[in-house]
């Protein structure tokens, strides 16, 4: 690696991302001390993202940073979590300059902006891998409150937030697999992909409304399915009610099977949307709760009682579905 060494690297451009948290020591401890709210209890997830599996090689990497941070985010949404520090441990390319390194911090500086997020603690190392992110997020939650995938209930509505789709439209628009004739919507379906937006303003709709949730990071069909092999039943999907951005609906209308075309948007990924299990009764409550935010829901079908699988229909008729969702391996 070229440029200065780890520990000034860390002081300069990292242990300022730790301002206002006491128990983070400025970075210059072995570890962080973390004392939750009364009456709540710690939330604490991680994800690892790659350079060429998860962002493209030539990502600014300051969206990949923001990125990194956000799918942590999204997965305390779905538990109905308010984050409070995270961690990073970052594995540079042995090639790796200030401009790529400054770039990251860059970006977590930004989402500092964005989430009031400080950064407590982590790693950094080089290898001669790709250019590789880890982030741990911590969040809080009343105690015995959190939102599980075990929850589901049968009669429950499938409700899910935002659009689906767009993820893997970005994917594949920025690899040149989709072609998407609108410039304009071939740079928002990019940002969506690039720059997920985590469903954290609906923590509290979340916990009073639903009893089941999951975020929307490897297919909506897929993670349905977690919900319902996790809660013991089966799920319904009706794939004509998914809701689809303007830019993911012209696409899929211009496919010559449109059956085909609305699988591919729920079996994409990459959206980190919401999808979850609420009473009927409860429904029109978390949905009014879900638009004070701006957040948008949509009810798409319903837990059954099953043996946990997932049927997808159009219209009533049933739907044959190749592959379900992304897996890693």
């Known amino acids: 690696m070229a440029g200065e060494g780890e520990f000034e690297y860390i002081a300069r451009r990292l242990a300022p991302l730790s301002a206002g948290f006491p128990g983070a020591f400025e970075l210059k401890d072995d570890a962080a001390v973390i004392a939750p709210s009364a009456g709540c209890e710690l939330v604490v997830t991680t994800d690892t993202v790659v350079a060429g599996r998860h962002f493209p090689d030539d990502e600014d990497p300051a969206i990949a940073a923001r990125k990194a941070l956000r799918v942590n985010l999204s997965d305390l949404a779905a538990m109905g979590a308010r ?8 594995v540079w390319p042995h090639d790796a300059d200030r401009t790529l390194m400054d770039g990251f911090a860059d970006g977590l500086e930004a989402e500092r902006a964005v989430w009031a997020l400080p950064l407590i603690g982590g790693d950094t190392t080089s290898g001669p891998g790709p250019w ?12 015995g409150r959190a939102v599980r995938r075990r929850g589901a209930r049968a009669g429950d509505r499938l409700l899910v937030t935002g659009t689906i789709g767009d993820g ?4 594949e628009s920025l690899g040149g697999e989709a072609a998407i004739a609108d410039p304009e919507d071939a740079a928002w379906l990019e940002d969506r992909y690039r720059l ?3 469903r954290l303003a609906i923590v509290e709709a979340l916990r009073e409304h639903a009893h089941a949730a999951v975020d929307v990071s490897d297919g909506l069909i897929a993670d349905v399915g977690h919900i319902a092999e996790s809660s013991g039943v089966a799920a319904a999907i009706e794939l004509n009610r998914v809701p689809l951005s303007g830019a993911a609906r012209r696409w899929a209308e211009a496919q010559p099977d449109a059956g085909r075309a609305l699988a591919r948007l729920a079996s994409g990924g990459d959206d980190y949307e ?11 409550g978390f949905a009014r709760a879900c638009a004070e935010q ?3 829901v949509t009810e798409i079908g319903r837990f059954r009682e099953g043996d946990g699988g997932v049927t997808v229909t159009i219209n009533g008729a049933p739907v044959d579905i190749e592959q379900a969702g992304f897996t890693h391996f």
């Open 83 to 90: 984050p409070l520090a995270y961690l990073t441990s970052v």
């Open 132 to 143: 590789t992110i880890t982030i741990t997020a911590l969040g809080e939650c009343p105690a």
């Open 168 to 171: 893997r439209l970005g994917l």
């Open 196 to 198: 997920p937006q985590p």
């Open 274 to 284: 919401l999808a979850c299990a609420v009473a009927p009764e409860n429904v029109e």
């Open 294 to 296: 701006g957040v948008d």
